[in-house]
């Protein structure tokens, strides 16, 4: 009997000993999991406070501490990490996993994406109306993932800096008008040339009059000092903005369902706040660079409207240019009534 106690008892030792090896392993394992790791490339600066900072605190950051530890977004810089022009490609090859870029930099990968600016509906409605899942589509088939929109603001975003007093329509024919593919057909459409720009070159082509104006953020063109080398901003504003943040889409499959959930939640939630956020800052802006010596032109109704036709029509125009077959009317067709 002495004997078969014995026996028990070792049995029963090696089996917690088996027990103990098996839980202590796994624990092990799930101690030296690493945490997911997004890495994030903003096309402005770190230190702009509108474009970048305000992302960073409402989404970034938010997804960081949500996430406990299962997830980490790392930004690792902004332009001087990655060209903006060269961040769709980058994203895509999955040399970053995500950024802020402006559609414009990447619509050959997403024929259409740019014309997303013209969406007569806010972010958070085309979460709801179907718009999103179109959009993400879209992304799809160039092997991204369209999270969202990287700063949902009113369709009254861009300005045009110009160095000549506009008082009628004539007055735009034969300008050189300068920036990037965004907004070519509105300058087509007003009669003035065009010259495409990267954003680092907006400074000294107006200082040197290569171009006579240009279209950008009013928080782009005050980093980049626009208001220095610049008469007057056309008060009228015009699109959305055109920034989104796309994801490598094999990297985002490789996210477990919570987590892409957890991304999910924390933009829906970042553009909704956004908007507000981004008008007020827009009346501070202009009062800044009002108060540096720029005029604010205001144009008579009738004017108005035909300045604003020209930035939409003329965008429209430009994409059937550029993308024809049925990409852009069936785009129309959904973000406009």
């Known amino acids: 009997m002495?004997?078969?106690?014995?026996?028990?008892?070792?049995?029963?030792?090696s089996f917690a000993v088996i027990l103990?090896?098996?839980?202590?392993?796994?624990?092990?394992?799930?101690?030296s999991a690493k945490a997911i790791t997004?890495?994030?490339?903003?096309f402005v600066p770190l230190a702009n406070k509108v474009e970048y900072q305000f992302l960073k605190d409402e989404f970034l950051d938010k997804v960081?501490?949500?996430?406990?530890?299962?997830?980490?977004?790392?930004?690792r810089g902004g332009p001087e990490v990655i060209a903006p022009f060269d961040l769709?490609?980058?994203?895509?090859?999955?040399?970053?996993d995500m950024a802020t870029i402006p559609t414009a930099f990447f619509e050959s990968m997403v024929p259409g994406a740019d014309s997303t600016k013209l969406s007569i509906y806010t972010a958070w409605e085309e979460r709801e109306n179907g718009i999103y899942e179109y959009i993400r589509d879209m992304y799809a088939k160039a092997g991204l993932y369209y999270l969202g929109r990287g700063e949902a603001t009113k369709p009254e975003y861009f300005n045009m800096f110009i160095n000549k007093r506009i008082q009628?329509?004539?007055?735009?024919?034969?300008?050189?008008l300068g920036g990037s593919t965004a907004f070519h057909g509105q300058y087509k459409r007003l009669g003035a040339s065009v010259t495409t720009l990267a954003i680092p070159e907006y400074h000294s082509a107006m200082e040197r009059r290569v171009v006579d104006g240009l279209v950008s953020s009013i928080y782009v063109g005050l980093v980049y000092g626009l208001h220095e080398v610049t008469k007057c901003i056309i008060g009228h504003g015009f699109y959305r903005c055109t920034v989104a943040v796309p994801v490598n889409l094999k990297t985002w499959n490789r996210i477990p369902k919570h987590l892409q959930d957890l991304l999910t939640q924390c933009f829906a939630e970042f553009e909704k706040k956004y908007q507000p956020y981004e008008a007020e800052q827009k009346k501070l802006a202009?009062?800044?660079?009002?108060a540096a010596g720029v005029e604010i032109l205001w144009f008579p109704p009738d004017m108005a409207k035909w300045y604003m036709e020209c930035a939409n029509e003329g965008s429209w125009d430009y994409a059937r240019e550029r993308f024809p077959g049925d990409v852009i009317p069936k785009l129309r067709e959904r973000i406009t009534k």
Request: glycine share 10%; net charge positive; no cysteine.
């Open 2 to 13: 002495k004997m078969r106690r014995d026996l028990v008892a070792t049995a029963i030792g």
């Open 20 to 31: 103990f090896i098996t839980f202590t392993a796994a624990s092990g394992f799930a101690q």
């Open 38 to 42: 997004l890495n994030f490339v903003s």
């Open 64 to 75: 960081n501490e949500r996430a406990k530890g299962e997830l980490m977004i790392k930004t």
């Open 88 to 96: 769709g490609v980058a994203v895509q090859k999955g040399t970053i």
């Open 168 to 176: 009628k329509p004539k007055d735009f024919v034969g300008l050189k």
């Open 286 to 290: 202009l009062k800044r660079a009002e």
